[in-house]
Nanobody
Framework: VQLQASGGGLVQAGGSLGLSCEVS????????MGWFRQVPGKEREFVAA????????SYVDSVKGRFTISRDNTKNTMYLQMMKLKPEDTAVYYC?????????????????????WGQGTLVTVSS
């Protein structure tokens, strides 16, 4: 199983950035997906999640209205579009996959609920 996150970089506050997570080695449509982020010295934080079907999503309050999670099951890829970025969004962003066999519209928001993780991509927002 491999989750390859990409798209991180340096952006000014107020700018936009798009992340991608390409998945291989599993049946992508059977997995709910999520984005988390982590800064040094802090626990990994939930950012956004999306169900297997893509019909339902969830966001941490701090990114609601600015970030959009989506997925393309034909391309085995998940996305995170980030707008109006703030310096406090600076972190390493990780994508993760959670087996969701029973409910196509369910998502997960806790780290322990995820089975597989990507390597992370760094997002730096300058003030």
């Amino acid at each position: 199983v491999q989750l390859q996150a990409s798209g991180g970089g340096l952006v000014q506050a107020g700018g936009s950035l798009g992340l991608s997570c390409e998945v291989s080695g599993l049946t992508f449509s059977m997995y709910a997906m999520g984005w988390f982020r982590q800064v040094p010295g802090k626990e990994r934080e939930f950012v956004a999640a999306i169900s297997r079907s893509g019909e339902t999503t969830s966001y941490v309050d701090s990114v609601k209205g600015r970030f959009t999670i989506s997925r393309d099951n034909t391309k085995n890829t998940m996305y995170l579009q980030m707008m109006k970025l703030k310096p406090e969004d600076t972190a390493v962003y990780y994508c993760a996959a959670a087996r969701a066999s029973y409910n196509v519209n369910y998502y997960y928001t806790r780290t322990y609920q995820y089975d597989s993780w990507g390597q992370g991509t760094l997002v730096t927002v300058s003030s």
